[in-house]
């Protein structure tokens, strides 16, 4: 018998088929579902690759349905579902910054349900850098060829640029999705010293040894929720989330200006 998850994922399949049919090429789960496994607040994530573009009514069309398939935080025994939808023309051959076609996230659904189906400012999507790296990495494949025969290796250096952009509004979105941006922090500030890509809980332990004892406290509750050990609550230690959260972001920038300065051109991302 199928689980949740596993219902979810083929609900995605019959839509996606339903839309595209012979146009859909690749279909790929990547994430936590692949690296360190699905946790409470884990996302079943998706990477469709497509031959042409959707239409406005096949953009309402997945809204709608997405809006039914995924499941919301704390509300629902299924994992929300994150989807995102390329033309491989767009991406192959790889310039930066990439575009993308079409993204369902949980951060998007009230904008579906108000019937707002395009709810981007740009088609622009530097993040695309990061997730087909993963996709490349360690990704399993549901419908089509595999991913290296549809998509190009991001160039490390585009890979670096794309992290620098990813950090731009964490900071902002601290009060409101505290465990998130820290563990996100974490997971950057890893990577870039060590070009692997892990779990965020392997990257939360790795950073938990480098940061003062007072901020450990932070992530190791960051950690917790995120696994479903502990519930949401950050009243007693908010004063110390935003200086964890910028030691980190320092640690991030100056290696972001270390790596610009040395001679990267033979390097290359790994997923532990």
């Known amino acids: 018998m199928l689980n949740e998850t596993e219902k979810q994922i083929n609900q995605c399949l019959n839509l996606l088929s339903d839309i595209f049919g012979n146009d859909l090429l690749g279909v790929y789960l990547y994430g936590s579902s692949i690296v360190g496994g699905l946790q409470k607040y884990s996302d079943i994530d998706l990477f469709v690759v497509s031959r042409r573009a959707t239409t406005h009514e096949e953009k309402a069309k997945l809204a709608r349905c997405l809006l039914q398939i995924s499941g919301i935080y704390m509300k629902s025994a299924k994992l929300p579902i994150e989807l995102t939808i390329v033309v491989k023309s767009e991406i192959n051959p790889w310039r930066y910054p990439p575009r993308f076609d079409f993204q369902y996230g949980d951060w998007l659904r009230t904008q579906f349900e108000g019937g707002n189906s395009e709810p981007w400012l740009t088609k622009e999507m530097p993040d695309l850098a990061l997730l087909i790296t993963q996709v490349l990495l360690a990704s399993r494949t549901l419908m089509g060829g595999n ?22 509004n964490l900071i902002s979105d601290l009060d409101s999705d505290t465990r998130n941006v820290l563990l996100t922090f974490a997971r950057i500030w890893n990577t870039l010293e060590t070009d692997t890509i892990r779990s965020k809980e392997m990257a939360a332990d790795w950073a938990i040894h480098r940061i003062s004892q007072k901020y450990r406290l932070v992530l190791e509750r960051a950690k917790a929720i995120y696994k479903g050990e502990e519930k949401e609550y950050w009243d007693d230690i908010q004063e110390l989330n935003k200086p964890c959260a910028d030691f980190m972001a320092s640690q991030i920038n100056n290696k972001m200006t270390e790596i610009k300065l040395s001679d990267n051109t033979d390097k290359s991302i790994k997923i532990v």
């Open 147 to 168: 991913p290296d025969q549809l998509l190009c290796k991001v160039p490390y250096q585009d890979f670096i640029t794309a992290t620098a952009d990813a950090l731009k």
